[in-house]
């Protein structure tokens, strides 16, 4: 009877398995990171309602949808994997159907699978499972420092170096970058979804623990503590540095936002900054004695309100104490002037020289002039040195060149007044009356 009862379980087990399944998710609440996908039947339409729940069929179809990713496990082995939107077809499945693919080689393979299974009572001895992962944005993960964390202050400007400790309260969001590590390292094979309570406390544990690290990179940007709310790229970027060896390359989790509510540094370190940034102030002697005077002014007012030893004594006791000093606020003024005078000037980008007025010449004493004489000396203009230009590139007034000796070409020709000797800048074109003399040009001042 067992062996009748083992041959009857194992053919009626695998030809109730010969459908094709239909395996879904619906979505993904924002509190579940895994969950194991569901094969579709209607009690009322489908006659695939004796199938083994870890059984998928060869040629089943998953559906996948946007911010899911789909593995299929088989013997607990990742087998396969699609993190792409739409319809996938298993068609590598180990377990045959002859609704899918050639029909003489499933037979052959369906008849294989009865006698494997024959020979462990009729029951599959196989496990096959479908789980989606949720690899959305997972936000709304609030994270506060239970205690003061260690914060390097750095300002160049004031030669400011020194650790306070300040404490931050926020949010931030992680995403699902690598789900087959997730599932190795992680989840394994769960039953029916695995939540993110399961492992949100570890990870904020470990992200308490990464600030400090994360924040002595950030001090080494010069970002200081009170500006982090709007650098927060660059925390997400310093944590997810920090923690890659074990959210990344562990769990296959990455930090995707970070956001800052509050930065809140001790009374003390508060007041000690603000103290030396003041300090450092007073270095510049323009504002130690803007400072001076300041304190001087009110010591006045207070002083001509004394009643109890009169105004004359207060007025006296604080000139005792100025002389004390050993420093006024005109020496403090007048230093400030020396260092701004041997400051060196910033040297200004030279301009393209300005192109030269048409009319202006330069006198052989250096002035540049625009009229006919020098205005520092009285020198008279110099005769322009216009003419006719060689074929060699030499300029010329006679009718030879004084480079090559050739002859002046014709139809070129230069005038000069002939009763004062008067030339015009350009010789070729004359005005109709000297300007000196005022004759007539005409033929006879051809040259």
């Not at 013997?75 to 003489?104: H, M, R």
């Not at 940007?221 to 390359?249: C, F, Q």
């Not at 007041?271 to 002697?285: F, G, M, S, T, Y």
């Amino acid at each position: 009877m067992g062996l009748i009862k083992a041959i009857t379980g194992a053919a009626g087990g695998v030809l109730a398995d010969q459908w094709r399944e239909y395996i879904y998710c619906e979505s993904i609440d924002a509190d579940i990171l895994v969950v194991k996908g569901s094969k579709r039947t209607s009690s009322k339409r489908s006659t695939n309602t004796k199938a083994e729940d870890n059984i998928i069929s060869n040629g089943s179809i998953v559906a996948v949808n946007e911010g899911q990713c789909m593995i299929i496990v088989e013997q607990g082995k990742v087998v396969d994997l699609c993190a792409e939107a739409g319809e996938f077809v298993y068609d590598t499945s180990t377990e045959p159907s002859i609704f899918f693919g050639n029909l003489g080689e499933n037979l052959k393979n369906t008849f294989s699978t009865i006698g494997k299974r024959f020979t462990f009572g009729g029951d599959t001895a196989k496990d096959q499972r479908v789980y989606f992962f949720n690899t959305k944005e997972i936000m709304g993960n609030k994270y506060g420092t239970p205690n003061p964390v260690p914060f390097r202050v750095v300002d160049n400007n004031i030669g400011l170096d020194i650790d306070i400790a300040i404490r931050c309260h926020g949010e931030y969001s992680y995403k699902i970058v690598d789900p087959m590590l997730f599932y190795t390292n992680v989840c394994g094979n769960v039953t029916e979804e695995y939540e993110r309570s399961n492992i949100d406390g570890q990870l904020k544990s470990e992200l308490m623990t990464a600030l400090q690290p994360a924040f002595a990179k950030i001090s080494t940007m010069g970002i200081r503590y009170s500006a982090l709310p709007g650098h927060t790229m660059e925390m997400a970027d310093a944590l997810n540095e920090v923690l890659s060896e074990k959210w990344t390359k562990l769990r296959g989790i990455a930090i995707a936002s970070m956001g800052v509510s509050s930065v809140k540094a001790s009374d003390e370190d508060e007041a000690l900054i603000k103290e030396l940034q003041k300090n450092a102030v007073l270095r510049n002697p323009n504002m130690a004695a803007a400072t001076l005077v300041g304190a001087q002014a009110q010591a006045m007012q207070d002083a001509a309100k004394n009643e109890s030893t009169g105004p004359m004594m207060a007025f006296a006791g604080m000139n005792m104490a100025n002389m004390a000093g050993g420093m006024n606020a005109n020496n403090l003024f007048a230093m400030g002037q020396q260092q701004q005078q041997a400051a060196p000037a910033a040297v200004p980008t030279p301009a393209a020289p300005a192109a030269p007025a048409a009319d202006e010449w330069k006198c052989a004493c250096g002035a540049v002039n625009t009229g006919k004489f020098c205005m520092d000396c009285g020198a008279k203009k110099p005769e322009a040195a216009a003419g006719w230009t060689c074929a060699c590139g030499a300029v010329n007034l006679g009718r030879f060149c004084s480079e090559c000796g050739a002859k002046k070409p014709e139809g070129v020709p230069v005038y000069k007044c002939d009763k004062c000797g008067w030339e015009p800048e350009d010789k070729s074109v004359p005005p109709k009356f000297c300007p000196e003399c005022g004759d007539i040009f005409d033929d006879n001042d051809k040259q």
